[in-house]
T-cell receptor
Framework: AQTVTQSQPEMSVQEAETVTLSCTYD???????LFWYKQPPSRQMILVIR??????QNATENRFSVNFQKAAKSFSLKISDSQLGDTAMYFC??????????FGTGTSLTVIP | DGGITQSPKYLFRKEGQNVTLSCEQN?????MYWYRQDPGQGLRLIYY???????QKGDIAEGYSVSREKKESFPLTVTSAQKNPTAFYLC??????????????FGPGTRLLVL
């Protein structure tokens, strides 16, 4: 079975600072996808970033970047220059090719002005 | 605008009543999914469908039913057999390439409360 673990239930960061959210996963597969989704207070799930396991280069999307360590099965999200609008729940998700998604329990991030 | 719509935003269910949550997408995605979200837990898969007139149970299908008569629609019925239905329900869809799904895109959700 695939599992996704987010060990930080809550985090906070000062506005304009950098914060890193952790995610580990367990799989025996070699080809898969990893995602970070953001769920603001509106509860709309928004895709933040996606990483394909066969790509060694870490994905980036503007202020968001990941540190993908395949051997360690680690997939952390770094948010640079944090903004108030980044306040949200962040979910890490794993998808094996052709199969369903598995979500972590989420990290609640608060950006402090 | 292309997207996924869910209705209603809030839904109240009385004891012993079946209620149906609507999910529609105009993204021309093949696959659609229903998730349940409870406080302190991640999303759990209820049902999914990769093609019209076909669907599969997810991890927590008991007490729920679905249909997929049209590509763009995937309604979820919460039956009276579901003893703890109070939760936030999210619908998602994804395109398929060679029968493999890619990124999932989500609707705005429906909050179901039991009276």
């Amino acid at each position: 079975a695939q599992t996704v673990t987010q060990s930080q239930p809550e985090m906070s960061v000062q506005e304009a600072e950098t914060v890193t959210l952790s995610c580990t996963y367990d799989t025996s597969e070699s080809n898969y996808y990893l995602f970070w989704y953001k769920q603001p207070p509106s509860r709309q799930m928004i895709l933040v970033i996606r990483q394909e396991a066969y790509k060694q280069q870490n994905a980036t999307e503007n202020r968001f970047s990941v540190n993908f360590q395949k051997a360690a099965k680690s997939f952390s999200l770094k948010i640079s220059d944090s903004q108030l609008g980044d306040t949200a729940m962040y979910f890490c998700a794993f998808m094996r090719t052709g199969n369903q998604f598995y979500f972590g329990t989420g990290t609640s991030l608060t950006v402090i002005p | 605008d292309g997207g996924i719509t869910q209705s209603p935003k809030y839904l109240f269910r009385k004891e012993g009543q079946n209620v149906t949550l609507s999910c529609e997408q105009n993204l021309n995605h093949d696959a659609m999914y229903w998730y349940r979200q409870d406080p302190g837990q991640g999303l759990r898969l209820i049902y999914y469908s990769q093609i019209v007139n076909d669907f599969q149970k997810g991890d927590i299908a008991e007490g729920y039913s679905v249909s997929r008569e049209k590509k763009e629609s995937f309604p979820l019925t919460v039956t009276s057999a579901q003893k703890n239905p109070t939760a936030f329900y999210l619908c998602a869809s994804s395109p398929l390439e060679n029968y493999h799904q890619e990124t999932q895109y989500f609707g705005p959700g429906t909050r179901l409360l039991v009276l």
